[in-house]
């Protein structure tokens, strides 16, 4: 394993790679300010906190990773344990925690356990983000609307018995402040995607409550002595007794960071074509987290809608991630002051439409059209999340799911007959040129998700068609849809026509029930009728040419 930067150096790093990657580091510093901030007050912490997390752990991310274009940093899905570790064993306990998270990734990353992340089903993985997506909105209610409701109970129902309690002291100037910083990040994002909708609506919010003496709380009131700078490092207070403590939190932040970072990975690679390295991502987010305790910072992770943003500026390397971090830096030294006088509602929009963003709502309204079984473990997992404990949720959802598989499987171990090969050999010799037919074999769930999106790789040439025939497929669930759905995605953005058949009547409805997601596959009843199809495009082909 070596990180990817190192292989970058090799093949040759050039100035326009350079440029390249100035522009889009510059560009995700600015979408990355105003959540790192929001991040980390939302966590319980102090927005100093998630800027000095975001920087150091940014840097060492990409500057170690496996991934070409992953940025790393504070993620929401950190949130809630962050603040429940914060609450119960206080922030010395969060850093050896988060210090003990980076131990066990390194430790996971250098015995090859990135994947089996894999095997983490969809509706679990639904289940407890969409939970934290509404812990992270109902955390920011009372800023929203300007509450005086004092020290706020962890807890979901407590939290919303203190919310209704102060309902009396609600600020109005604070409700449309926060309803405008909203409107406008959302028009942003509609005239143009590009614009940093968060920074220009929080910018535009401070600079309306500080000249019209709006009275609205801001982040210099509630964090008066707030630093502007990085921190000296030092080692966090270990004590066996701590350590036993915080040893279930710690699994669960390297559990969290490795799920999220791999899955980031995961969307980069889709969007750039290359391949991640998971055992070497694992290490570095390792090593990330435990320099980011030793500056005091937070958890971090790999997060996805920083590194897509990374992708679309141009990201070409490792670099890009790392200037991010640099830029960050300069703009906590150069102009940290004027954290100060951004109000508390302006952060809690940003973080609204980052709980928005994380829910998953038509994920979540797919899997809820699967199965009953899909549906108990997705209900089951997100209602653990919200009311009881992201670990209880993680760990009951996993679980169960391991539980359903396997039952799963007693069911069908009748049907599955041997072991063969995806590819048919005996269809190979009559194949038109171009046309590539491949046979799928056992049920297709959360585990065979690699192996799906890897076919294409494993062809010497990109095929003009690709046939997968589904008669030996006994079992489908969310999960294998998604897979077949990246699948079909990455075949046509290779320019390669997919065509279903012999599907069973189960897959067939268990896809009919996932429509429109498949409209770039076409669907047909048998290989003979697929090739019939493709001799027909061809002579379509040839007669619009002529």
Request: glycine content about 10%; proline content about 5%.
């Amino acid at each position: 394993m070596q990180p990817k930067l190192l292989t970058i150096f090799k093949e040759g790093y050039t100035s326009a790679l350079l440029r390249a990657d100035l522009v889009a580091g510059l560009t995700v510093a600015v979408v990355a300010l105003p959540l790192a901030m929001a991040l980390g007050i939302a966590s319980g912490a102090s927005p100093d906190k998630g800027l000095v997390t975001a920087i150091v752990a940014g840097f060492l991310i990409s500057a170690l990773g496996g991934s070409r274009v992953q940025v790393g940093g504070p993620t929401g899905a950190f949130v809630v344990v962050i603040a429940g570790v914060i609450a119960s064993h206080g922030y010395a306990g969060l850093l050896l925690a988060t210090a003990m998270a980076g131990i066990i990734l390194i430790v996971a990353g250098y015995a090859g356990l990135g994947k089996l992340m894999r095997f983490v089903p969809m509706p679990v993985v639904t289940g407890f983000t969409a939970g934290i997506a509404v812990i992270i909105a109902s955390g920011q209610i009372g800023d929203f609307l300007g509450l005086q409701a004092g020290k706020v109970p962890a807890e979901f129902i407590g939290k919303w018995q203190a919310y209704l309690g102060a309902l009396g002291t609600m600020s109005w100037t604070a409700v449309a402040l926060g309803s405008a910083t909203l409107g406008a990040i959302l028009l942003l994002k509609r005239i143009n995607p590009r614009l940093p909708g968060y920074l220009i609506a929080i910018v535009g919010a401070s600079v309306v409550a500080a000249l019209l003496h709006l009275p609205v709380e801001t982040v210099g009131q509630r964090f008066p002595a707030m630093p502007t700078g990085l921190p000296a490092p030092h080692i966090p207070a270990v004590s066996l007794a701590m350590l036993r403590d915080i040893m279930p939190s710690a699994f669960t932040i390297a559990f969290l960071a490795g799920i999220e970072a791999l899955l980031s990975a995961v969307v980069a690679d889709g969007m750039t074509g290359f391949k991640h390295r998971p055992g070497q991502e694992l290490v570095a987010q390792g090593v990330a987290n435990i320099a980011s305790a030793l500056f005091g910072g937070l958890p971090a992770t790999g997060a996805i809608a920083r590194t897509a943003t990374n992708v679309r500026a141009g990201a070409r390397t490792p670099v890009a991630g790392m200037m991010h971090a640099v830029f960050l830096l300069a703009i906590l030294l150069i102009a940290g002051k004027l954290v100060a006088f951004v109000p508390m509602a302006a952060l809690a929009a940003i973080l609204l439409i980052v709980a928005w963003g994380m829910s998953e709502a038509e994920r979540f309204r797919t899997l809820m059209r699967m199965e009953a079984g899909e549906r108990a473990l997705l209900l089951l997992t997100f209602a653990l999340t919200v009311l009881v404990d992201l670990t209880v949720a993680i760990g009951v959802g996993v679980t169960l799911a391991s539980l359903l598989f396997m039952a799963r499987m007693s069911e069908a171990t009748g049907v599955l007959g041997d072991d063969e090969s995806v590819e048919d050999p005996d269809q190979r010799a009559a194949l038109p040129a171009g046309v590539e037919v491949f046979r799928i074999a056992g049920p297709m769930f959360f585990g065979v998700a690699s192996d799906m999106l890897e076919a294409l790789g494993r062809i010497g040439r990109t095929p003009k068609v690709v046939v997968l025939r589904l008669d030996r497929v006994p079992y489908i669930d969310s999960s294998g849809i998604h897979v077949l759905e990246s699948f079909v995605t990455q075949a046509r953005a290779w320019g390669t026509r997919v065509i279903l058949c012999d599907m069973p009547r189960s897959v067939w409805e268990a896809l009919a029930r996932s429509t429109p997601r498949f409209a770039g596959a076409e669907r047909v009843a048998s290989l003979d009728a697929a090739l019939a199809r493709i001799e027909r495009g061809k002579v379509a082909s040839i007669l619009s040419s002529a």
